[in-house]
């Protein structure tokens, strides 16, 4: 393999010309959008115009007339065919984790003889968190087990009232099997939350057939929503109205400008939404899913694997002898769209490589992770960032006081 | 009075200048920032260079290059200044009815023993929505007390863990004495929670001085945040320690970043943040709150006062053979920034004098609700609203099918 061959993999791209919808910096190499995505070329403009005519001259008419109000159903519908959910299944806003507060709230209420949510260590901590302080404020004995993931579906038992787990693990890349997880789950009675973080937009995702209750998900990482875009949440369809929000607020009431001073939950989706929403940045994340009306998600995970494992490939090749090496799964059908690779000294690895404009990032203790976006992410950007990290490793440019010196990194 | 004599008022005014920095739609009277505050002028310069710049070219960086992880608590502590808070007692961040949940969720654990929350039937619903929410969600016995405004006093006793409350009435401007509420909620041993939503930036507000215990608002309203902009909340520097955070999560977490399984809370207000927010909002409020600068809250209250008492006045003078009435107490000092009316066809007015370019709204079942907003509001504009009223009412403009055809309005 040559660089060559990587102009020519692009070349023969059939999603190469999406590359062209995003403002890719000069110069850089950002294999970082499993943070935080490129921004899509229009969505300046769309801001622009939001705050220029709708805030600034339309005002409050605006909730209306330029359609505020229903963002979030909007919204949600879009991304509702990115992850294989119905019309009306998913609504979008708050943050990832008061969703999933919501949702393993909602959850834990319909299986009231049950006290066990069970999660795996590869979860993102805050998820973790959020299971943590919901189990603390109802304080009546619920137990939140976290297992290994390969354990999970040995440990779903009559006891579990909700299996809560990350699609992909933010980490390794590791993947659960939705629908075999879920189906286990069901046979015991148990319900599931899926958190798709890393998957919406990395992959296809199929929450119908999978036959999953409740999900989540952000839309700054894949989708490109920008810095702390609203997240989303789904329920399916049967269980809309069984759930009760523990968020109840008057954007999830069923009349919301009758002001009565009683809470009376909306049909479907919008009960769970609960105050009013940011609209800059939900308008934001609007515009930025513009780029993925018609994409093919299948030949999004096609190009996703194809990124990854040249860029595992190479590495290994090319790196292999400074320690660097794959972690996760070696089946690539059991993961997701990023690559880590451990890497020691991997916080200065990665300080030199940004410095040397590619961007990835690192996570401890000594991960330095790679995300591949299929609509930016071209075969020539993987074949330059390998290369840029093999001479950073090769002539050790990662060890100076400057990419030594150790900080918050997000 | 005459017209005259408001364009004097207008010269004389102190804070007259300010309008400058608020771009006013050509030929509207907006009397509806109590709703949806008017675009700071500066504020689309400042987005489109965050959305360019800092999303655009610095992607990652910018978590911390350009202060995003931050922002909560620097917006906090603008937000801060203006509502009598001492510095690191006010984070940004999440709905208003989120922040409510946090603060009710955490203080009813505070008073473990108590079992009433009281409220009164002048907070906005979506309050009580919250608390009824957290009520059937700990099913541990809670009773939400919702009482009539003037008996709030009486009904503080023994078994109330919170008085939790709006400091400015939504439809009467009737204003609570905060200072005096709390005195004595806290010789009955309970905590206090204000919704600041139709106090910040409308009036001076002295949570320090008021001993309040926690606080929260919103600031799309007087601070001119922009639609749906980020919330806020306040907990007393002694508490801050006390507070378990119902909605944990990592942005609360004492090491965000070290991804630790186990929930920590941060020390201080940060423990009281729960996921990733909404940069793109977040920044707007932030770059909303420069005019604010040097602004003295007392010249604030008395131009609000003043616009307020010339309208009512006016509008009674002039419309009061209508029906128009004045709602809410008589004592000016006893209000906040906004005035309603009583109106019959109220609905049906209020339509016709948005169509003529004069801007307030509309409460069920009879309420016109006009907001002054000291720093862009002249008394030019109060006399100009009126007096289209008065016509409106005179030759019953508003008796069109257009104007009769009800939905829903914000």
Redesign the interface.
């Known amino acids: 393999m040559k660089r060559a061959d990587c102009q020519a993999l692009d070349r023969a791209d059939p999603l190469g010309p999406m590359r062209q919808r995003f403002?890719l910096?000069e110069g850089?190499i950002?294999l970082?959008g499993n943070?935080?995505g490129?921004?899509p070329r229009h969505?300046?403009a769309r801001?622009?115009e939001v705050?220029?005519k709708?805030?600034?001259?339309d005002?409050?008419?605006?909730?209306?007339v330029h359609g505020?109000?229903d963002l979030p159903r909007k919204v949600g519908d879009r991304i509702a065919k990115l992850i294989g959910a119905p019309p009306g299944s998913v609504i979008a806003g708050?943050?990832?984790?008061?969703n999933l507060?919501k949702l393993l709230?909602a959850a834990v209420?319909l299986r009231p003889g049950r006290k066990v949510i069970l999660s795996d260590?590869g979860n993102?901590?805050?998820d973790?968190?959020?299971a943590?302080?919901?189990r603390?404020?109802?304080n009546v004995g619920h137990e939140l087990r976290?297992v290994e993931p390969d354990e999970v579906l040995d440990a779903i038992d009559e006891r579990v009232a909700v299996v809560m787990l990350t699609e992909v693990d933010y980490r390794t890349a590791r993947l659960h099997d939705m629908k075999a997880v879920t189906e286990v789950a069901h046979k015991a009675g148990a319900l599931t939350i899926w958190d798709l973080a890393h998957s919406a937009g990395a992959m296809p995702v199929d929450l119908a057939a999978a036959d999953a209750d409740l999900a989540l998900g952000?839309t700054?990482k894949y989708l490109n929503g920008?810095?702390?875009?609203?997240?989303f949440l789904y329920v399916r369809p049967d269980l809309q109205e069984k759930i009760?929000?523990?968020?109840?607020?008057?954007?999830?009431?069923a009349a919301?400008?009758?002001?009565?001073?009683?809470?009376r939950p909306a049909p479907g989706i919008v009960r769970n939404q609960?105050?009013?929403?940011?609209?800059?940045?939900?308008a934001?994340l609007d515009a930025a899913l513009d780029p993925w009306d018609g994409i093919d998600m299948q030949a999004v995970r096609k190009k996703s694997l194809a990124l990854c494992r040249l860029f595992a490939d190479l590495a290994v090749e090319r790196c292999g002898r400074h320690g660097v090496k794959l972690m996760g799964p070696g089946d690539w059908r059991e993961r997701g769209s990023h690559v880590s690779l451990g890497c020691p000294e991997g916080y200065a690895v990665m300080q030199a490589l940004?410095a040397s404009k590619v961007?990835g990032?690192f996570?401890?203790p000594d991960v330095i992770r790679f995300g591949f976006t299929p609509l930016y992410t071209s075969f020539t950007d993987v074949w330059d960032a390998v290369d840029r990290l093999a001479d950073i490793l090769d002539q050790h440019l990662w060890d100076r006081p400057e990419f030594l010196d150790r900080?918050?990194?997000?």
């Open positions: 403002v910096p850089m950002y970082d943070s935080l490129i921004l969505v300046g801001i622009a705050i220029g709708e805030w600034g001259q005002l409050i008419t605006s909730w209306n505020w109000f708050d943050t990832i984790s008061v507060f709230g209420k260590s993102f901590p805050s973790l968190y959020v943590q302080g919901l603390d404020l109802l976290v952000c700054y920008g810095p702390g875009a609203p997240g009760v929000p523990p968020l109840a607020g008057w954007w999830g009431h919301p400008f009758a002001f009565d001073l009683d809470y609960c105050g009013t929403q940011p609209i800059l940045s939900l934001a940004i961007v990032d996570r401890a900080k918050a990194v997000t």
